[in-house]
């Protein structure tokens, strides 16, 4: 049996006989109401940490706090070092934390998933980005908005559900992870990678990214970044017809890429309900591009013919598509480019690749959100997809864990913004529609 709370999280409850003749949800929600400083306490306690990624700072004390808090809920902790993952060093540990708590017989298993890391605070900022200041209903914070704020939320649904004794049936998990803004490959990735995220295990994940009260976010578009080299014949400058120019051969690539493939992508409208409207399409994005020698450091031209131009590319792609697809169509153009100049050739290296994925409107978690959305807010919830990936990707590929979403306060647009904040009635009404959804879908609520 798991163990009950040493501590009473929330000592200035009424007295239970108050609130027990309601019904579980009204309970739950009633713990919440009354948790409200301490939700915005514990989120301010989130955005002190400065978990700035990269480098991957305080991971290790952060995700300590959240462990050592869900303990005292009678959770089981877990803290999962992803040693040999990208950015993983002594100095800079890649350190997540796993809570579990079981109910009382069996059931589904519901996990609620926050990365710990922020981008740097940038400049712009009128208030400390590590303070956690409130003021108006707002809390403020580099992360207060993506995604300290949720998490905290979850954590607090959580343990509302804890100390209601509300968890009849199943397993209510929380994690707080890193690296999401750096892909989370010492995250998610390396969790679903090691059975932490596998189907059987998980039944339910709900990821509460700043996508707002009212909106569901079933998914992203799929990301293909890859590298391409033209390469061509060195030569002296004074007889370009005497050596082949991949710069040349680039143009021509760029050239179809514009007249043909832009005008392509344009075309393929996806049902995934992707915000903001550009991007319900297929589109590629042109990173970077470097072509022919070094330029001397007086501005003297490298004084030959460029024989190599190297172009990174991103291609975001929808449910409609398939990678091999998304791949082949880009290598026609280059296979007419080089039939077109002799001598030149290309390569093609892939960087990072990951499938879209999106669940389907009518799946248990969605439906569920639906519900506590509309019942909470009084009005209907909204159904998004996001533009980039984030977590979902490994949970979907890894884990094998389809009844997944990304829900919780916060509005998208200020991620990564100066004076980044979160409204704490959001994150209030997030953490009930939360602990609702929770107790519907590990069957709880009988
Ligand atoms: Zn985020």
Known sequence: MPQRPAVDPFPNDPPETAVSPRDPVARVFARIEAAR?????????????????????????????????????????????????????DAHPRVNVIARRDGRAPGRTVHFNGHVDVVEAGRGWTRDPFGGAVEDGRLYGRGACDMKGGLAAAIVAAEAIAAEGLDAAGALE?????????????????????????????????????????????????????????????????????????????????????????????????????????????????????????????GLPAPVIADSCRLVLDRRYIVEEDFDTVRAEIVELLERVKRGRTGLDYRLDELMTFAPTMTEPDAPVVRTLDHYIHRVLGRPSRHVASPGTYDQKHI??????????????????????????????????SAKIMAAAALSLTGSLG
């Not at 750096?182 to 998980?202: I, K, M, T, Y």
């Not at 890859?226 to 050239?255: C, Q, W, Y």
């Open 396 to 429: 979907a590929r890894f884990g094998g864990v389809v009844d997944c979403v990304a829900y919780g306060p916060g509005i998208l647009d200020l991620a990564h913004q100066p004076d980044e904040y979160v409204e704490i009635d959001a994150m209030l009404a």
């Open 37 to 89: 400083d301490d939700l915005v306490a514990l989120a301010g306690d989130l955005v002190r940490f400065p978990t700035v990624n990269p480098p991957g700072e305080n991971y290790r004390p952060c995700v300590e706090f959240i462990g050592e808090r869900l303990a005292r809920s009678g959770f089981e902790i877990d803290y999962v070092r992803a040693l040999g993952e990208p950015g993983d060093t």
């Open 174 to 298: 929380v994690s707080g992870t890193v690296d999401e803004e750096s892909g989370g490959f010492g995250g998610v990735g390396h969790l679903a990678r090691n059975g932490w995220f596998d189907r059987g295990r998980v039944d339910h994940v709900i990821i509460p990214e700043p996508l707002d009260v009212d909106r569901v976010c079933l998914g992203h578009r799929g990301v293909w970044w890859a590298k391409l080299e033209m390469t061509g014949r060195i030569g002296h400058g004074s007889m370009p017809f005497l050596g082949v120019n991949a710069i040349r051969g680039m143009a021509d690539f760029l050239a179809l890429v514009e007249t043909e493939l832009v005008p392509r992508l344009a075309g393929r409208r996806t049902r995934m309900p992707c915000v903001p409207d550009g991007a319900r399409h297929a589109t590629l994005n042109l990173n970077s591009i470097h072509g022919g020698g070094v330029e001397q450091a007086e």
